[in-house]
């Protein structure tokens, strides 16, 4: 009889876990292996990986893959979106309202998809981006009238 398998809880996944949680930036695993190296000197990147993909697994953070930028790690597990700032990067979460947000999914269906989930990923200027390009405009002399 096989024993099941039992997730070990070590200093390394707590710490891992903590430098996740409340970070609402969607770190890369470098930014996050920054934070518990400080604490943790020893600890190397692979086993930051290798936590986060355990936390991933137990359902305690969201991996989340934007347009070929790597993997960005999400402590909001609920179901939500992401607004992606095109200047800076920046990510925000979205959450918008499902039931204004109907997505008519029956074409996929009657063609052998099976949707599992879905989101939506806006790409655009942050405010502040978008208020430093408005800042940085040149203003245009009126033209002349002859």
Known sequence: MRRAARKRRTRQLEQVFEAVQGDHTHPFAHEIYRRVHKRLPRISLAT?????????????????????????????????????CERCGRVDD??????????????????????????????GMCPACASRRRLSRPSRPAARKP
């Open 48 to 84: 930051v990986y290798r936590n986060l993909h355990s936390l991933v697994e137990e359902g305690k953070i969201r991996t989340l893959l934007l347009d070929g930028q790597g993997a960005r790690y999400d402590p909001e597990t609920s179901e939500h979106d992401h607004f992606v």
């Open 94 to 123: 979205l959450f918008l309202w499902r039931a204004r947000r109907r997505i008519d999914l029956t074409s996929l269906a009657k063609h052998g998809y099976v949707v599992m989930t879905h989101n939506l990923t806006i790409h």
